[in-house]
């Protein structure tokens, strides 16, 4: 049926999945003409990054500079390239700015740059920065009363570090409900498995237990992260945190759930394979 | 220094609520007034400087003017990340204050002497370093910090320095103040080794020889100008720094006379060793242990004087006072 008299959640959602499968399209044309890594990384958070743009935040190119738009920060700066993605085809900067990624002389670096980039609020790159920083912004825009909301994306490795876990502790004791942690949970670090590193279970437990109102989704799934988010402040007086559980290197089926693809850049008949499967999804 | 501090800062907050004053849960006495007046410019964020940092970014990315504000090496090395992507990078409105800069908390031992914290924050790009040299000074300075100039990192002693400027002096940021006037000597310090530094020249006077003091409170950006004009004058320059002599004033001094035109200079570096101090005491004692007495820095200077173009070991009388010249050791 066309697509007008359709209930909006269905065309939300189907538009969220195309946004989803672009990101994942450029991710992987950028890492292959870049001969870079973390390919794997922007897979795993594509479906968070198109519902985030396409529905929850109130942030468009025409708003960058708002006092009141909501702030999201990338703390797992090397999933930049999904990131850029999902800006570029939202229309914060041409698409075109996507093709010489990571090369001499380029805009968009290897980690999420916020310097002439429009759209992108932090830097970040280095992990275990990105949960202070919005917890000075939210308490900022509790303090001044503004309406706005503060969003950050987490890996999983990257609550590794110490300074997230300080965060963690800061943000329930001022009340900053209007904050939002989300971990991209696809269990797996830079050399191995989570479990194996340094596990994190029970992670949502963790969280929880440090006063944070903590939801589960499947972090693929664009419909239940929509209602999910829909739902924010997830309780009152409490920081909120959604638990993705997605899977490292979605979408290609020889990149899911591997640590290789990790840093691995796809190249020659690899590119091709992982672009046709993309292609194919509906 | 940090009496001064504190009420210039509550001064600026009456004045702008954009100023915010965020602790790491250090300040017993001195914050307490502060916090109570103004609850919605005040935070302690608790023992854990690196949100302290990072959170102080955010603050000033939404508007605010944030100093954060916590002992020695406590809010610039534990947190050096933070402060250099969240802060620097960003180019966010936040004062790093440190209480006890050099050997101010002495007998509390190495893990709260900040001794290396200059070098390494002039590195940072878009920081502002400035360590001024009396109350006066540290008020003049929390008021430029405070006016919204980018990343600064503020070092100060703790409580009860001397007075030095006993009259309101011109006090800019990135300009030198000249404390003493002389022709045959220049004394450039930093910090609260200002004091030590006028005591030299006054000492030296009386015996006729000129030493001309400079307060370089601010390390970065470096008044340039009033070094090698000094060095054209006096063609012997003399550096003072409660830091190690590696990296800080005495190596910025060197960078911009060995790049001048100006030849026939002599120089010297007073400064710490780069070692972890073997002895305990306070900071007077550990002063003299280190040749950053009065006394000491009067031989010093006067040896200058009197022609000596380096001075070596066996030269001189003082039994560690050596171990400050890196020129006789290094040579």
């Not at chain 1, 909301?149 to 409900?177: K, N, Q």
């Not at chain 1, 696809?186 to 279970?201: A, F």
């Not at chain 2, 914050?31 to 302690?44: H, M």
């Not at chain 2, 000491?296 to 171990?323: P, Q, Y």
């Amino acid at each position: 049926m066309p697509s007008s008299t359709m209930p909006p959640s269905i065309q939300t959602n189907a538009a969220c999945r195309e946004l989803a499968r672009r990101i994942r399209i450029h991710a992987v044309r950028m890492t292959h003409l870049a001969g870079s890594s973390h390919v794997g990384s922007s897979l795993s958070l594509a479906e968070l990054l198109a519902v985030l743009y396409r529905s929850i935040l109130r942030i468009t190119p025409e708003t960058i500079d708002d006092p009141d738009r909501d702030r999201l920060i990338l703390s797992k700066g090397h999933a930049c390239a999904g990131l850029y993605a999902a800006l570029a085809e939202c229309g914060f900067f041409p698409v075109e700015w996507l093709d010489d990624f990571y090369h001499d002389g380029a805009r968009l670096p290897g980690h999420a740059t916020a310097e002439g980039i429009p759209g992108i609020e932090v830097s970040s790159g280095s992990l275990g920065h990105g949960l202070g920083i919005a917890c000075g912004l939210a308490l900022a825009g509790k303090r001044d009363g503004r309406p706005f909301r503060v969003f950050t994306v987490l890996s999983d490795g990257e609550c590794d570090e110490g300074s997230i876990w300080e965060a963690v502790l800061f943000a329930p004791h001022h009340r900053l409900d209007n904050l939002v942690a989300i971990v991209d949970y696809n269990k797996i670090q830079s050399l191995d498995r989570v479990e194996d590193v340094l596990g994190l279970e029970p992670l949502a437990d963790k969280w929880r237990a440090f006063g944070w109102a903590t939801r589960e989704v499947d972090g693929h799934d664009v419909g239940q992260i929509e209602e999910t988010l829909r739902g924010l402040p997830f309780e009152p007086g409490k920081p909120s945190c959604l638990i993705a559980h997605t899977v490292k290197g979605k979408g290609v089926s020889f990149m899911e759930n591997t640590v290789l693809w990790h840093y691995r850049s796809p190249q020659g008949e690899e590119y091709q394979r992982a672009l046709e499967e993309l292609e194919a999804t509906v | 220094m940090r009496t001064a501090f504190i009420q210039a800062l509550t001064e600026l907050a009456a004045e702008d609520p954009r100023i915010t004053l965020v602790v790491g849960d250090l300040g017993f006495g001195v914050v307490t007034d502060f916090a109570k007046r103004f609850p919605k410019q005040y935070l302690n964020a608790g023992v854990a400087e690196q949100n302290m940092t990072g959170l102080a970014a955010g603050l000033a990315m939404a508007g605010k003017i944030v100093f954060t504000y916590s002992i020695a090496n406590f809010p610039t090395l534990r947190c050096l990340e933070q402060v250099r992507n969240d802060v620097c990078y960003h180019n966010a409105n936040v004062v790093v204050v440190a209480v006890g800069g050099g050997l101010s908390y002495g007998s509390l031992g190495m893990s709260h002497h900040a001794t290396e914290d200059i070098a390494i924050l002039r590195s940072l790009p878009r920081m502002t370093v400035v360590a001024p040299g009396d109350p006066f000074e540290a008020k003049a300075a929390t008021r430029a910090a405070a006016a919204g100039i980018g990343p600064v990192y503020l070092r100060l002693g703790r409580a009860g320095e001397p007075l030095v400027h006993n009259k309101p002096v011109p006090w800019r940021l990135g300009k030198a103040l000249t404390v003493r006037r002389g022709e045959d000597v220049t004394l450039i310090s930093t910090g609260a080794m200002l004091q030590t530094a006028v005591h030299t020249a006054d000492a030296l006077a009386a015996e006729g020889i000129g030493v001309e003091v400079l307060s370089m409170h601010t390390i970065k950006p470096l008044d340039t100008d009033a070094i090698i004009d000094a060095a054209r004058r006096t063609r012997r320059i003399v550096t003072l720094e409660e830091h190690s002599i590696l990296g800080g004033l005495g190596g910025a001094v060197a960078e911009v006379l060995c790049e001048s035109e100006v030849r026939n200079v002599r120089f010297q570096r007073i400064g710490l060793p780069s070692e972890f101090g073997k002895h305990i005491g306070k900071q007077e004692y550990l002063r003299r242990i280190h040749g950053l007495d009065v006394d000491s820095v009067i031989r010093c200077v006067r040896r200058m004087w009197e022609g000596g173009l380096r001075i070596h070991k066996d030269e001189h009388d003082g039994a560690t006072f050596d171990r400050a010249m890196p020129i006789a050791k290094s040579a």
